[in-house]
């Protein structure tokens, strides 16, 4: 870990940049050497300098190609110069002490710009050995003509103390370097995180804008549904009102017919009773000719049968007559009564229910009176049997019936004639008379059906007005809710747009 941080310090950038200040100063002690001590001098120090450049040139180049031995180019290049150095001190016998020691502490502050303090400390192992051999081979070549062991000890333990400042400048700034790559790996990562969380929250923000924009299409489908519903309710409320005000109409007018429907119940009830009078005289009439059919008792013995069994057919065809009559008339009036109510029925619309009821009651009474007019169909098959009977009675005694006939037939056609003609205005008054109650009875139920409808249309009407001031206040709180998620929608795009910068 602390090898992989130090490489971003860039030992090529160190090695480079110690390569050329050893060619710098190799020129700058070149010249001043060729200016101050003479060619001689001059060139002494040109071959101590440029081999140590030379090598440290070449050290660099090797680092090039194998990275691996950074340590060892760094302890080639900055021990070329102490090399050089203390080779030059060696040829002038140390006259230059002071100058060589500083090019040695120059070395250890080179080998320190690498900020390895193990390396500082291995090169600075070397020095001391280097340093010692070079004392031990000639001693004037390190402190001059006047050395001494107590002074090389002295010069040699300031070397080590400044190696020892060295180290802990190289320490504190390894440690420092440490610190700061920490620093910066723990700001990389958050910055990551950040990123990441920014990169998510933008996701979120488009998925949340995507659902908002989503979401403002349906309230706004809603908010048009709203306003159709209102619109419709409005509709629905005027349609009721016209319908309650349509009910109230045909209320007053069913009530007018009821009066009209009474004074004919009244009319009816009096040609009634006068009819039954009429029938009373009548009969009075019948028992005068009963007188004279006492006088033919031969034929009435004769054709006891037939005559009873014609009288019972007359009777039977007189109410086949009635039926068929009656049906006819209630018939006509059910279909009447049928197509009122279902007239009605159609315009109460849902609240027609009850027209809807009274007709089909009035239809099941034309079912009645179908089934009715099969009970007289088999009434009439029995009457032509009856007759088939009847006739060949009557033909045994036709020769006695002929001898009375003259006498009787005028009176008794009269009789016949006015008989049936008051019988049946006196069945088609009582018809009418029971029609006329019928219909009575049928307008009443109207009259209630009515009046029903009219009390749940009023009903309606109120609850219309109520579900339309719902419907109002839902249309108003939607518009709000609209105008909020359009608000929404623009603070979602705002920060959108800012995450996009």
């Known amino acids: 870990m602390e090898d992989n941080v130090l490489s971003r310090f860039n030992v090529k950038r160190v090695n480079r940049f110690n390569v050329i200040l050893i060619w710098f100063f190799s020129v700058l002690l070149t010249g001043q050497s060729f200016i101050m001590g003479g060619e001689s ?20 180049f090797f680092n090039l190609k194998f990275e691996k031995y950074d340590n060892l180019t760094a302890i080639i290049i900055a021990f070329s110069v102490a090399l050089s150095a203390g080779y030059l001190s060696y040829m002038q016998k140390g006259s230059n002490m002071m100058t060589i020691f500083l090019v040695y502490l120059g070395s250890i502050a080179m080998i320190a710009m690498y900020f390895r303090f193990k390396l500082l400390l291995v090169y600075g192992l070397l020095m001391n050995i280097f340093l010692i051999l070079l004392y031990s081979i000639d001693p004037k070549a390190v402190l001059g003509p006047d050395f001494s062991t107590m002074y090389f000890i002295r010069i040699l333990l300031s070397m080590d103390i400044s190696i020892i400042i060295f180290y802990f400048l190289t320490k504190w700034g390894n440690e420092y370097i440490m610190f700061a790559f920490n620093r910066e790996r723990d700001s990389k990562e958050l910055l990551d995180k950040l990123t990441a969380t920014l990169g998510e929250i933008d996701n979120s923000t488009a998925q949340l804008n995507t659902r908002i924009v989503e979401s403002f299409k349906y309230i706004q489908n809603i908010e048009q549904m709203s306003n159709q519903t209102k619109s419709s309710v409005e509709e629905i409320a005027k349609g ?18 009821m009066g009209i429907i009474e004074e004919t119940r009244l009319l009816s009830n009096e040609a009634r009773e006068h009819s039954e009078g009429m029938k009373a005289i009548i009969q009075e009439n019948a028992d005068g000719i009963g007188e004279m059919f006492r006088q033919i008792n031969i034929i009435d013995n004769a054709i006891g049968t037939a005559l009873a069994d014609v009288s019972k057919l007359k009777e039977n065809m007189d109410k086949v007559n009635d039926f068929l009559l009656n049906i006819t008339q209630i018939a006509n009036q059910t279909n009447l009564l049928a197509l009122n109510a279902s007239i009605e029925a159609a315009r109460a619309g849902e609240h027609g229910r009850g027209f809807a009821v009274v007709a089909e009651e009035i239809s099941k009474l034309a079912e009645m009176s179908a089934k009715t007019v099969k009970e007289i169909a088999a009434i009439i098959d029995f009457v032509h049997s009856t007759t088939a009977t009847t006739l060949e009675k009557v033909y045994n005694g036709k020769e006695t019936i002929e001898m009375g006939k003259g006498a009787i037939a005028g009176l008794r056609n009269t009789f016949m004639t006015l008989e049936k003609s008051v019988n049946h205005i006196t069945h088609i008054i009582g018809k009418e008379h029971s029609m006329v109650v019928q219909v009575s009875s049928s307008f009443a139920a109207i009259m209630k059906e009515l009046e029903s409808i009219s009390s749940v249309s009023e009903e309606h ?18 518009n709000k809710i609209t105008a909020q998620m359009s608000l929404i929608n623009e603070q979602s795009n705002k920060l959108r747009e800012m995450f996009n910068l």
């Open 41 to 60: 001098y001059g060139l002494k120090v040109l071959a101590c300098t440029m081999t140590a450049s030379i090598i440290a040139t070449i050290a660099m």
């Open 461 to 478: 009407a109120a609850s219309v007005e109520e579900v339309l001031a719902s419907v109002e206040e839902q249309y108003v709180q939607i």
């Open 240 to 257: 009721i009102g016209e319908n309650a005000s349509s009910t109230e109409r045909i209320f007053q007018r069913t009530n007018d017919s």
